[in-house]
């Protein structure tokens, strides 16, 4: 993948997104569209993430580089291992049609793609594909499209979370893992939901999700934002965004402390089902009473299980023996 220095400087006149951030952004996309084509991938695999944050949008405040993928396939172990093994296989050839070098690390839970290539200054530049392969929820995966929205052409149709649980693990994203880019998507989503935000619905998925956090759900709290500080903002926003934009950290942060705090003001039943959890005890039934099937399948997410066990092992003595006498 190589681009003429003219084409980037052009696109970057007409649209104000840093020739840089519009190269990697282009890269990202090739290699999407490519996924999407492919008969294998294209079922298996649904963006999230800041690429489903902007890449969907219809003006997108600022360019992704990094394409986040959710394994939403076959949940039984033996299938869940033959199509890691193939997926694996099919994006590394994809780059490698592309003519970017590759960099592969492949753990259990997550594997990232590095896309190396020189860019006209002959300076080694990179993007990343993301998979997270233990959060497969998937309740109810769409098929959406996906334009070239920096450069105004070739739209294709990619598949992708509900709406609803993108942004329930946008929002988990921006409390576990604080960073300004996870503010800012945490901000755009609240604002294009409106009043439907702090929804019934909404708050049932982030319970949902939020609880594959590593430590309880109820032991984060927004105030953790304020950490992030106007040299991450600069760094790590501004050269995505559009030139000339500037982004004021303290109103950044006010606005994604009120986003979450919204999410976090839980019902009694939304509460149930995180104490359930934190005794070692996954029971989605809880959240969703109407709904056997879907409790059914989120029995088999392995980040939901796994933690119902972690939090047996970690328990007091007390609470195992207070257990077996109350059953």
């Known amino acids: ?3 003429e220095l003219n084409t980037i400087e052009s696109w970057s006149e007409k649209t104000g997104f840093r020739p840089s951030a519009l190269a990697k952004c282009a890269v990202l996309t090739d290699v999407l569209g490519e996924i999407t084509l492919d008969p294998f991938l294209e079922s298996r695999f649904a963006i999230r993430g800041e690429a489903a944050v902007h890449l969907l949008g219809a003006s997108p405040v600022r360019l992704p580089q990094t394409l986040a993928l959710h394994y939403v396939g076959d949940n039984t172990w033996k299938q869940f291992v033959a199509d890691r ?6 994006i590394n050839l994809i780059g490698k049609e592309f003519g970017l070098s590759i960099g ?4 259990q839970d997550r594997t990232t793609f590095s896309f190396y290539w020189q860019n006209n ?14 959060e497969r929820t998937a309740i109810n995966p769409t098929i959406r499209k996906v334009a070239w929205t920096p450069l105004g052409n070739g739209a294709f149709n990619a598949l992708t979370l509900d709406p609803i649980e993108h942004a329930a693990y946008v929002a988990k994203d921006a409390l576990g893992n604080v960073s300004a ?19 019934a619905d909404m708050k049932k998925m982030f319970a949902l999700v939020g609880s594959s956090l590593p430590k309880p759900l109820l032991s984060y709290s927004p105030n953790r934002l304020s950490f992030v500080g106007q040299r991450e903002v600069d760094g790590g926003l501004l050269p995505a965004m559009k030139m000339g934009e500037s982004v004021r950290t303290v109103g950044l942060i006010s606005r ?27 029971e989605p ?22 933690k119902g066990v972690g939090a047996r092992k970690v328990l007091p003595p007390a609470h195992s023996e207070a257990e077996a006498v109350s059953s």
């Open 1 to 3: 993948m190589r681009f």
């Open 85 to 90: 093994g193939e997926s694996l296989a099919r």
């Open 104 to 107: 592969l690390k492949d753990f």
């Open 121 to 134: 200054l002959r300076q080694e530049e990179n993007v990343f594909v993301d998979i997270n392969w233990a």
């Open 181 to 199: 880019k996870a503010m800012q998507d945490l901000i755009l989503l609240a604002d294009r939901f409106g009043a439907e935000w702090a929804s």
């Open 256 to 282: 994604a402390q009120t986003a979450l705090s919204q999410l976090l003001a839980f019902s009694r039943d939304e509460l149930s089902y995180l104490e359930t959890l934190d005794l070692g005890h996954f």
């Open 285 to 306: 039934e809880i959240l969703f009473p109407r709904r056997k099937d879907l409790a059914e399948q989120l029995q088999k997410v392995p980040c939901f299980r796994f």
